[in-house]
Structure formats: C-alpha cells, structure tokens
Nanobody
C-alpha cells in the first residue's frame, strides 16, 4: 500500500510564491513518475507538472517558466515550486505517483491566489 501526503498549500497574493511537497510512504520500486495535477471548480483535473525517477520533466504550457518540479528519490518526495502565481492557478492540487504496481493519488491541498 502506498500513501501520498501533501503539504504546502494556502492563500497567496497574485505574484506570490508557494512550495508544495508530497511524500510517498510505502513500498515503491523500479522506475516511477511523480507529478502534480490540479482541479479548479467546474473544471477537469489537469496535469501541472511531472518528473520521472530519472529526472525527466514535463510541464503544462500554462505554468512553464513559473513552476519547477523536483524530487528527492532517497525520500520519495516530490516538490512543486510555484512563482508568479495568478488567480487562475487557484485549484486543489493533487500529488500523483505511477509505477509498476499502479497509480496513487494524494488527498489534495488547496491553493488560492487572491488579493
């Protein structure tokens, strides 16, 4: 069984920054991909960024240049550094892990960008 625990969400003013963290607990082996998705009210869940265990990254066009995903493989932890935040970044952010045994989701953390 794998559990993902997210932290770091909150309220921030436009132009501000936040750093999200997600720690994976359980037995994880082999290559894997960890990522962040978000879901705003009335919208579908969408990929924000993902990173493989080898370090390859993928970003949504809407966040390129403002967001950086990184990971610490020794800690099974993924981070999302978000800068220059905009009101349209407001959403629940979910951590995701995919590896040979399946796909797992965190419980979500709210990010609100508002003045």
């Amino acid at each position: 069984q794998v559990q993902l625990v997210e932290s770091g969400g909150g309220l921030v003013q436009p132009g501000g920054s936040l750093r999200l963290s997600c720690a994976a607990a359980g037995t994880i082996f082999g290559s894997n991909t960890m990522g962040w998705y978000r879901q705003a009210p009335g919208k579908q869940r969408e990929l924000v960024a993902a990173i493989t265990s080898g370090g390859s990254t993928n970003y949504a066009d809407s966040v390129k240049g403002r967001v950086t995903i990184s990971r610490d493989n020794a800690k099974n932890t993924v981070y999302l550094q978000m800068n220059s935040l905009k009101p349209e970044d407001t959403a629940v952010y979910y951590c995701n892990l995919r590896f040979v045994l399946g796909e797992y989701w965190g419980q979500g953390t709210q990010v609100t960008v508002s003045s």
